[in-house]
């Protein structure tokens, strides 16, 4: 028999009645029933009951064990009666009457409480992160996200696709994020950076004949953190195919997608085709490119209703501005005017002036329109919105008005709020979809310059003619995005494999071609040696497993984070190094003050 343990706290059952066992593991609690003591042991893979009779041998022991030490348990598996069986735990028909006990290591005062798992400061649990993990939420959700990536590289593996590993080390390259920076003690002034992502590398697969390319791959970006973003690292499932086009990609990644989602998704739906919806649809409808679909609100333009009409505010705006126009945001069971103020209330507080509203009452069989709105308004023009935006009595609807680009990301906020208020959401799904046709470029209010939407490196819709005789702004791109309940969990394209394309669609943007070639020189040169037409896609593991484990933070599914200010509080990271460290990479600090 193992020194320490002949089962696991998880393997006992009514089969195993009458055995002599041994178990090693963590004291979850103790429990005093009139001098009968409860211990529940705990490990990796579940928990089991010790009884402790004060006959026994190993009551004085057990009677000094304390929450969160190690102890080795020898005893019989006995039956539980039946009004002490526990269902809810895989060994809950057993408890082991313990003939001895060893305490293994003892645990100093708690920091941090594991059993129960009280809400406890972010700071102390990251700190004491190898107890916060013990945790059964946390522990669980860990373990799930080692199964989820096992099932993405099973599916991706038998859709015939193979894992490569890319460089950790690589050259600094503009990607849309600040590079980790790595300096180099070999060549004194030169740095390395730790990949924003396997972009390039991934292409020059396809370029060296490799065809189907994946990897579980680790990205490195300095940005700021946010729920949905951890600081410094993150993981993605990396993709890249040569000789396709969208729907060749899209046909690979989205069985595996479902087949994640259906297998881990604990019962929710999963739609059988993801819907495919282009992005200046998504702006106008949903006001986000990554819109939760589970909300059936949709947003209507319904400019004509207001053009010349009573309410001057918005007729003045439209008349004085020919991009200017009025949003709708339905909201049906809004109908009440304390609700249309909470509202209004909350969108002063989002910075806004207020939110203009309009909520329809049914009085003997009547349907009249309410609010100052609706009274400048009119009662015709009214009842033309109603029946435009198909509105019943007790709705309500919501206005937007100006340049869209200006107002779009607060209408799309408000319809979030909408759905989540009237609780309109349907958590009983996972709402995938296809997110295509994003703009190539953007405008660049700030710095006054036209630059990349999306990816650099995707190609134009129209190739290098629409780059020489389009609009820029006006110019889409073979990229796409999946989105899921308001995420997006991954994002792809078809890749430019030309080099005057890459070249045009780079100077467009203000790059030279000098510029282009010092910066991907690598990818530039292999352009120029038979490159096979590609597309790929990323999606983001940390966001799929946090929503496939219904945490609300990426710190909830991830082993060791930092905290929001990109901190490791449990390692110490980031720390001072000594100077001769310095050195030996040919760096010296400036002098300044301490932060």
Same mark, same amino acid.
């Given at each position: 028999?193992n ?11 009514k #089969? ?7 178990? @090693?593991g $963590? &004291?979850? +609690? *103790? ?7 409860f211990?529940?042991?705990r490990?990796?893979?579940?928990l089991t ?8 041998? #190993? ?7 304390r @929450?969160? $030490? &190690?102890? +080795? *348990? ?6 539980r009666?039946g009004e002490?069986?526990n269902p809810a ?9 313990a003939?001895n006990?060893?305490i ?7 920091p ?16 004491y992160?190898?107890?916060d993990?013990r945790?059964?939420?946390l522990?669980?959700?860990?373990v799930?996200?080692?199964?989820i990536?096992?099932a ?11 894992e ?5 080390l690589?050259?600094?390259?503009p ?5 980790f920076?790595?300096?180099s003690?070999l ?5 390395y950076?730790l ?9 020059l ?5 490799f065809?189907r ?5 680790p990205?490195?970006?300095d940005?700021?953190?946010?729920a ?5 690292e993150?993981?993605q ?8 086009e969208?729907?060749?990609v899209?046909a ?6 479902r087949?994640?989602?259906k297998e ?6 999963v739609p059988e ?20 679909l589970?909300?059936?609100?949709m947003?209507?333009n319904v400019s004509?209703?207001?053009?010349d009409?009573?309410?001057?505010v ?6 004085a501005?020919?991009?200017a ?6 909201a ?6 304390a609700?249309?103020?909470r509202?209004?209330?909350w969108a002063?507080?989002e910075?806004q002036?207020?939110?203009g509203?309009?909520f329809w009452r049914e009085e003997?069989?009547v349907l009249s329109g ?5 009274k400048?308004?009119g ?5 033309n919105?109603?029946?435009q ?10 206005f ?10 607060f209408?799309?906020?408000a319809r ?10 349907d958590e ?15 405008w ?16 134009p ?5 629409a780059?020489?005789t ?5 110019i ?11 995420f997006?969990?991954a994002?792809?394209g ?16 203000g ?5 282009v ?5 690598g ?9 096979p037409?590609?597309g790929?896609?990323?999606?983001g593991?940390?966001?799929?497993v ?8 990426l710190r909830e599914i991830?082993?060791?984070p ?18 001769a460290?310095?050195r030996?990479?040919h ?8 932060k």
């Amino acid at each position: 028999m193992n020194a320490y343990r002949s089962h696991n706290c998880g393997a006992l059952r009514k #089969a195993d009645i009458g055995k002599k066992v041994r178990l @090693s593991g $963590w &004291v979850n +609690r *103790v429990r005093d029933h009139g001098g009968l003591l409860f211990i529940d042991l705990r490990d990796h893979y579940g928990l089991t009951q010790i009884i402790v009779n004060p006959s026994s041998a #190993a009551f004085a022991t057990a009677n000094i064990v304390r @929450s969160e $030490w &190690v102890i +080795r *348990v020898e005893g019989e598996v006995k039956a539980r009666s039946g009004e002490t069986i526990n269902p809810a735990l895989p060994t809950g028909e057993v408890e082991i009457f313990a003939g001895n006990i060893d305490i293994l290591s003892r645990a100093e005062e708690l920091p941090l409480p594991v059993f129960g798992e009280p809400d406890y400061p972010e700071d102390i649990r990251l700190k004491y992160r190898f107890l916060d993990l013990r945790r059964e939420t946390l522990h669980k959700n860990i373990v799930r996200r080692t199964q989820i990536i096992a099932a993405i590289r099973r599916l991706m593996t038998t859709s015939g696709f193979t894992e490569y590993s890319t460089p950790i080390l690589t050259a600094s390259s503009p990607e849309g994020a600040r590079d980790f920076l790595v300096p180099s003690r070999l060549h004194a002034g030169r740095f390395y950076a730790l990949p924003q992502a396997p972009q390039q590398y991934k292409q020059l697969l396809m370029m060296s004949g490799f065809d189907r390319y994946f990897q579980i791959a680790p990205c490195f970006r300095d940005e700021d953190p946010r729920a949905d973003r951890l600081p410094g690292e993150f993981y993605q499932l990396d993709v890249e195919m040569s000789f396709v086009e969208q729907e060749d990609v899209f046909a690979a990644i989205e069985p595996v997608m479902r087949a994640v989602f259906k297998e881990f998704g604990e019962g929710k739906a999963v739609p059988e085709q993801f819907p495919r919806i282009p992005y200046d649809e998504a702006m106008r409808k949903y006001g986000s490119d990554k819109p939760d679909l589970r909300n059936p609100i949709m947003m209507e333009n319904v400019s004509a209703q207001f053009r010349d009409s009573g309410f001057k505010v918005f007729a003045n705006i439209l008349a004085a501005d020919k991009q200017a126009e009025i949003w709708a945001i339905p909201a049906k069971g809004g109908g009440s005017r304390a609700f249309c103020d909470r509202m209004n209330a909350w969108a002063q507080k989002e910075g806004q002036p207020g939110l203009g509203y309009i909520f329809w009452r049914e009085e003997e069989g009547v349907l009249s329109g309410v609010g100052p709105l609706a009274k400048n308004l009119g009662a015709e023009r009214t009842e033309n919105l109603r029946r435009q935006l198909q509105l019943a009595g007790n709705d309500a609807c919501f206005f937007c008005a100006g340049r869209p680009q200006k107002f779009v990301a607060f209408a799309g906020a408000a319809r979030n709020k909408l759905g989540e208020e009237l609780g309109l959401i349907d958590e009983s799904r996972f709402a995938l979809a296809w997110i295509v046709d994003f703009p190539f470029y953007e405008w660049n209010e700030e710095e006054k310059r036209i630059e990349f939407s999306h990816n650099p490196f995707s190609m134009p819709q129209g190739g290098i003619e629409a780059l020489e005789t389009s609009e820029p702004l006006a110019i889409k791109a073979w990229q796409y995005d999946i989105v899921c309940n308001g995420f997006e969990i991954a994002s792809g394209g078809i890749r430019n494999h030309l080099p005057e394309t890459m070249v045009k669609a780079f100077a467009i943007a203000g790059l030279s071609r000098t510029i282009v070639e010092e910066r991907f020189g690598g990818l530039y040169r292999a352009f120029h040696y038979g490159a096979p037409p590609h597309g790929g896609v990323a999606a983001g593991i940390d966001r799929i497993v946090m929503l496939l484990t219904g945490a609300r933070n990426l710190r909830e599914i991830s082993l060791f984070p930092m905290n929001q200010q990109a901190a490791d509080l449990l390692m110490g990271a980031p720390s001072e190094v000594n100077a001769a460290q310095l050195r030996d990479l040919h760096i010296r600090l400036m002098p300044g003050e301490k932060k």
